[in-house]
């Protein structure tokens, strides 16, 4: 009676996987085990169904699913590839408005300016409150303005000048 | 040119040619054990689009040191199980009908009884496929239809190399008892 171990080998021999040692004990085991070489026969069966099948013509693919595959994935990376530099230009502009923002004043920011000029040369004492400027300059600004300072301060004086000139005139 | 070859070409320059030689070489035995599994021309095809589509993507991921072929199998089987998990009603062979048409058009042709008789042969043959529980029957595709080694078969299966060849050997024995005479013709 076989064991599961020399089915096994003779089963890798059928197979063609069995090492050197295993094929020489099967070759022994079929010339001389009539109950081997009954099992190492009925392995037939798995041929004779490969065979039988493989002759189906729904065993032959109807198409080429390779080519079908490769054409979608090119297809794919190639509508990618197009997009790709519209994303990047987008990205540099995002950036450089980011940067202007951070560069220059907003409008809003020149009216303030204005503002407290006035308020100071009209000599109007403002509350500790007003003077101080909002939280969000302080956090965020505090660069922008140091940046700009010399440039603020030449621009207000300019203007502070030609404000006491105009009121010297009369009103036309 | 080897699989390491074709995969670098296709991966570093995008040679599509190089993708389509590499899958054309596993496709037919991928097919025929998809098909050996479930049976149905629809579901194999989806199945392979799905196993091709999958396997292109993860290639750039795909490590040279395992074997292309059980790798694809391995993305293959995977597809399959799903869609034999998605079924809710038994497999019913629908092979004989598309390969030799109906019996009306049989009946007519010289030689209509041996093809009547090839046409019975072949019910019963895949009939028996279908009885085989899956884990043999899988075991039994991949060999006979994939042509893949036992211990390829069990790395994509995950299991250890005597249960592979156990579930083989169960498999000869039920489709001996099954087919019984068929294929002795």
């Known amino acids: ?10 089963l890798l021999y059928w197979s063609e996987e069995a090492d050197a040692a295993q094929e020489a004990k099967v070759q022994a085991l079929l010339k ?16 004779a169904l490969r065979d039988r099948l493989a002759s189906l013509p729904a065993m032959t693919p109807s198409r080429s699913f390779a080519e079908g595959a490769v054409s979608e994935m090119l297809a794919e990376r190639s509508g990618w590839r197009g997009i790709g530099p519209w994303i990047s230009v987008a990205a540099v502009v995002i950036v450089i408005l980011a940067a202007a923002n951070m560069v220059w004043p907003s409008n809003e920011e020149r009216r303030e300016t ?7 040369e009209k000599g109007v004492v403002l ?3 007003m003077e101080r400027p909002r939280l969000s300059q302080r956090l965020f600004a505090r660069e922008r303005y140091a940046t700009r300072f010399p440039k603020i301060l030449i621009a207000q004086e300019r203007a502070r000048k030609l404000r ?7 009103q036309l | 040119m080897d699989d390491s070859f074709l995969i670098r070409k296709y991966c570093n320059e995008g040679d599509g040619d190089a993708a389509i030689e590499l899958l054309k070489r596993y496709e037919r035995p991928l097919y025929q054990y998809i098909w050996q599994m479930l049976l149905q021309q629809q579901d194999c095809e ?14 750039p991921n795909y490590r040279e040191e395992n074997h292309f072929k059980s790798w694809l ?30 019996v009306q058009d049989i009946v007519s042709l010289p030689g209509a009884r041996e093809l009547i008789e090839e046409r019975e042969s072949l019910e019963a043959l895949t009939r028996a496929i279908a009885l085989l ?16 080694s036992f211990k390829e078969i069990a790395e994509i299966v995950g299991a250890p190399i005597g249960t592979v060849l156990a579930r083989m050997h169960a498999a000869k024995k039920r489709l001996k008892s099954l087919l019984n005479t068929e294929l002795d013709r």
Not at chain 2, 73 to 102: K, Q, S, W
Not at chain 2, 133 to 148: C, D, S, Y
Request: no cysteine.
């Open chain 2, 133 to 148: 529980p899956e884990k043999e029957k899988e075991v039994v595709a991949m060999r006979t239809q994939g042509e893949l």
């Open chain 2, 73 to 102: 199998f391995r993305i293959g089987r995977n597809e399959a199980v799903d869609i034999i998990r998605r079924r809710r009603r038994a497999v019913v062979a629908e092979a004989p009908e598309e390969y030799l048409g109906g």
């Open chain 1, 114 to 120: 204005v503002a407290r000029e006035e308020i100071q």
């Open chain 2, 46 to 59: 989806d199945v392979m689009q799905e196993t091709f589509r999958k396997a292109l993507r993860a290639l």
């Open chain 1, 32 to 47: 001389s085990d009539p109950e081997a070489r009954a099992y190492f026969e009925e392995l037939g069966v798995f041929d």
């Open chain 1, 127 to 129: 509350p500790e409150v």
């Open chain 1, 164 to 170: 006491i000139r105009l009121e010297k005139f009369p």
């Open chain 1, 1 to 10: 009676m076989m064991n599961q171990k020399t089915r096994d080998e003779i």
